[in-house]
């Protein structure tokens, strides 16, 4: 069982920045890919950014160049920089990962409970 805990997030102003962290825990897993993804209300949950083990990188157009995702692999933690923040980033945020069972070949994702990023213009 692997357990996600997000942090981060809140209000911010446009032009200004905040920082998303998510630190997966548990055992008898190794990660491969780690995300995020955000939901708007009245719209789908959609892909911000995602990192694989080896650094490839990911993002929506939309954050593009605004954005940064980052991991560390030793502390199974994966960060999201957002900069230069717009109202239409208002959304949940959401943590991602894919994990493969040490034991079988099946790969598993889990999600994150959520942390609310408000933009105000």
């Known amino acids: 069982q692997v357990q996600l805990v997000e942090s981060g997030g809140g209000l911010a102003l446009a032009g200004g920045s905040l920082r998303l962290s998510c630190a997966a825990s548990g055992s008898g897993f190794s990660i491969t890919v780690m995300g995020w993804y955000r939901q708007a209300p009245g719209k789908q949950r959609e892909l911000v950014a995602v990192i694989t083990g080896g650094g490839s990188t990911v993002y929506a157009d939309s954050v593009k160049g605004r954005f940064m995702i980052s991991r560390d692999n030793a502390k199974n933690t994966v960060n999201l920089q957002m900069n230069s923040l717009k109202p239409e980033d208002t959304a949940v945020y959401y943590c991602?990962?894919?994990?493969?069972?040490?034991?079988?070949?099946?790969?598993?994702?889990?999600w994150g409970q959520g942390t609310q990023v408000t933009v105000s213009s």
């Open positions: 991602n990962v894919w994990v493969v069972v040490t034991t079988t070949p099946a790969e598993y994702s889990y």
